[in-house]
């Protein structure tokens, strides 16, 4: 097999093209990638990508301005990645998506999201959430 044709392969491949995509505002790729991670959340048994689907759809409404509800589902969908067990992933994906969102709700999820980096030693990336705050 090539290595491009591994299911592991084409799971992290997935992972990581989903959240550049969100970031980078590539919003016809996230969707085509959106789907396919929640095709292998189901069919390869790997549910936090759907979660992370779900992160990238919440990147999607604050980029259109719906920055309340894009903070709401970005919370949801990290805390389906941190009942997976990936904590830091999931208070990383949000420190990422607290630049598109609004002042006001940035602000008060910056300090939620410090508060749980700095209690993993996770102290840069906390700083770097404080600076939404």
């Known amino acids: 097999m090539e290595p491009g044709q591994l299911l592991a392969d084409r799971i992290y491949r997935v992972r990581a093209e989903l959240e550049l995509a969100a970031l980078a ?8 990638l959106g789907e396919e991670a929640r095709l292998l959340a189901r069919s390869a048994c790997v549910p936090y990508l759907a979660a992370i689907a779900d992160w990238a759809d919440a990147v999607r409404l604050a980029a259109t301005g719906r920055s309340e509800v894009a903070a709401l589902k970005g ?8 009942a997976y067990g ?3 992933a999931a208070a990383r994906l949000l420190v990422d998506l607290l630049p598109s969102l609004a002042h ?12 749980k980096l700095a209690a993993m030693g996770a102290l840069k990336s906390a700083a770097e959430a404080r600076a939404f705050a």
Request: proline share 0%; glycine share 6%.
């Open 25 to 32: 505002g590539n919003w016809e790729r996230v969707g085509s």
């Open 104 to 115: 006001a709700d940035a602000s008060e999820l910056a300090e939620e999201t410090a508060a």
């Open 75 to 82: 919370v949801e969908a990290t805390a389906a990645l941190e």
């Open 86 to 88: 990936d904590r830091y």
